[in-house]
């Protein structure tokens, strides 16, 4: 019997999916929270509005924040690892850094996730815990990432750009702390917005290095036995 040809498929579609599902899942849940008058209207990247959290905490969207965000960390650790074979497969310089500490940011948030809607000290330091070290583990690897894609010739220019939006992101935390010493209580009106820019931004390079993907086609080849 002849083995059948193997097949490539394009990582693109599956990229798009892991980019845009922590946004999709995030404001699904706030529409959801507002339209059964658990949370009341506003804009949630401008002052006074809701955390990310309280989007997860009541109702139907209880349930599509749990879902959605786990799936998407599940396909969030998939997609550094594959960002690591990407990487890999074109130096000799071999490393699983990217792939290990995205792993650890997904873990971190779906440790946030399975606290989110349960009170007591324990699970609010589980939550605080898990955001943190989701956003701090994240730029680290979209910076590593960002910072290899520039030194080489083909992706030099995307690189750029990425290490340009992360800069952004960087200087939107370093401003939020500087307000937090400055404003002291009255900053509590802007920083449930600032989070919400943050996992915007975060979202967005992710969903640029998809582009990239893209541009350079990138590929995964299945055979068949």
Not at 21 to 47: A, G, M, Q
Not at 115 to 121: A, V
């Amino acid at each position: 019997m002849c083995a059948s040809k193997p097949t490539t498929n394009r990582l693109y579609p599956l990229g798009l999916l892991i980019a845009l599902l922590p946004l999709f899942t995030i404001h699904l849940c706030l529409l959801l929270s507002f339209s059964e008058n658990k949370l009341e209207w506003c804009n949630p990247y401008w002052l006074d509005c809701h955390s990310i959290s309280a989007t997860g905490q009541h109702g139907l969207a209880y349930f599509v924040f749990k879902g959605g965000m786990l799936t998407a960390m599940v396909l969030l650790a998939l997609f550094w690892w594959i960002n690591q074979w990407w990487l890999n497969s074109q130096t000799t310089e071999a490393s699983v850094l990217i792939g290990w500490l995205g792993s650890l940011a997904s873990l971190a948030l779906v440790i946030y996730t399975l606290s989110l809607g349960h009170d007591g000290n324990i699970p609010y330091l589980l939550r605080r815990i898990g955001v943190i070290s989701y956003l701090g583990l994240t730029f680290i690897c979209q910076l590593l990432l960002s910072a290899s894609l520039q030194r080489k010739a083909a992706t030099q220019v995307q690189g750029r750009h990425l290490l340009m939006l992360s800069t952004l992101t960087l200087v939107l935390a370093l401003i939020s702390l500087a307000l937090d010493a400055a404003l002291g209580a009255q900053y509590k009106r802007l920083e449930n917005a600032v989070e919400w820019g943050l996992i915007l931004l975060i979202n967005l390079h992710a969903l640029f290095i998809v582009g990239v993907w893209r541009k350079v086609d990138l590929r995964v080849t299945l055979r068949h036995q």
